[in-house]
Nanobody, 124 residues
Framework: QVQLVESGGGSAQAGGSLRLSCAASGRTFSTYAMGWFRQAPGNERELVAH????????HYADSVKGRFTISRDNAKNTVYLQMNSLKPEDTAVYYC?????????????????WGQGTQVTVSS
């Protein structure tokens, strides 16, 4: 398995930006597709963004499309989530996760490793 550590969460005003990072160690990072999930209180965990093993393909939830950008640097074993035009409804704990499945996996059951989560709070 790969070990994942998120950073970069915090507080922002509506309309602001935050950048999350997820550093991986252990198995070869480039063998994993990566996802960013989020979970707000009382809600199920949902996939926000997904990036393929090479970084050549991305997928976004409709709620964040056009505002969030997922990217990865396989040389640095890191995946990023750039979040712009933040809204109060983006408030949640954000998790990065690694999957050996090549296709976009919307369900968290397809992810093998998880970070500890980082809180993002957006105020109006």
């Amino acid at each position: 398995q790969v070990q994942l550590v998120e950073s970069g969460g915090g507080s922002a005003q509506a309309g602001g930006s935050l950048r999350l990072s997820c550093a991986a160690s252990g198995r070869t990072f480039s063998t994993y597709a990566m996802g960013w999930f989020r979970q707000a209180p009382g809600n199920e965990r949902e996939l926000v963004a997904h990036i393929s093993k090479s970084g050549g393909s991305t997928h976004y939830a409709d709620s964040v499309k056009g505002r969030f950008t997922i990217s990865r640097d396989n040389a640095k074993n890191t995946v990023y989530l750039q979040m712009n035009s933040l809204k109060p409804e983006d408030t949640a704990v954000y998790y990065c996760a690694a999957s050996l499945i090549g296709a976009v996996a919307l369900s968290d059951v397809f992810y093998d490793s998880w970070g500890q989560g980082t809180q993002v709070t957006v105020s109006s």
